[in-house]
T-cell receptor, first 111, second 116 residues
């Protein structure tokens, strides 16, 4: 069993819809949670970062962490074709520790 | 522009050949990493370094070697290339290892390697 599970998709939505992405994890020691966006043939780029449980909002993006359920989510409001990419969740146990990545979910936003 | 630079962008190797993937960063980051990404899969850590002269294995180190003689450079060496090493290789760096301050990793644009 993988430490971090993520549905590979693809997730196809019409422009303007809400995109809902999630990851589950098995190790309760994870405390730092991130979402990376990766465009085709590019390296991942940090999108959102949260520490421990709670919500964080940044423009059209909202990240949620539920440590009791070992479940994290990313919501993209008013999705745009430019949001079409692969979204990777990542998490670490403590400062100074390495990141563990999910397999990524491919998202397609159709005009 | 500041960031992580990887060379080459593409390479085709024959089985048994060797090569070095170059990675350089100009952000004075202490931590550097090498990942491989296979189609439909996430990133798997090959090796990482917490500073010049210090390296350690990740989850898939077999068939690879690294060195870190300077803060800026972190080359990845493939010895005796095998088809299983066909992948996209990403180098990344961060000022700390665990994103305590939310810096995240800065990734290079990748090297696409095919072993035939």
């Amino acid at each position: 069993q993988k430490e971090v599970e993520q549905d590979p998709g693809p997730l196809s939505v019409p422009e303007g819809a809400i995109v809902s992405l999630n990851c589950t994890y098995s190790n309760s020691a994870f405390q730092y949670f991130m979402w990376y966006r990766q465009y085709s043939r590019k390296g991942p780029e940090l999108l959102m970062y949260t520490y421990s449980s709670g919500n964080k909002e940044d423009g059209r993006f909202t990240a949620q962490v539920d440590k009791s359920s070992k479940y994290i989510s990313l919501f993209i409001r008013d999705s745009q074709p430019s949001d079409s990419a692969t979204y990777l969740c990542a998490m670490s146990k403590a400062a100074g520790n390495k990141l563990t990545f999910g397999g990524g979910t491919r998202v397609l936003v159709k005009p | 522009n500041a960031g992580v630079t990887q060379t080459p962008k593409f390479r085709i190797l024959k089985i048994g050949q060797s090569m070095t993937l170059q990675c350089a960063q100009d952000m004075n980051h202490n931590y550097m990493y090498w990942y491989r990404q296979d189609p439909g899969m996430g990133l798997k850590l090959i090796y990482y370094s917490v500073g010049a002269g210090i390296t350690d294995k990740g989850e898939v180190p077999n068939g690879y070697n690294v060195s870190r003689s300077t803060t800026e450079d972190f080359p990845l060496r493939l010895e005796l290339a095998a088809p299983s090493q066909t992948s996209v290789y990403f180098c990344a760096s961060s000022p700390t290892g665990g994103d305590r301050l939310g810096y995240g990793y800065t990734f290079g644009s990748g090297t696409r390697l095919t072993v035939v």
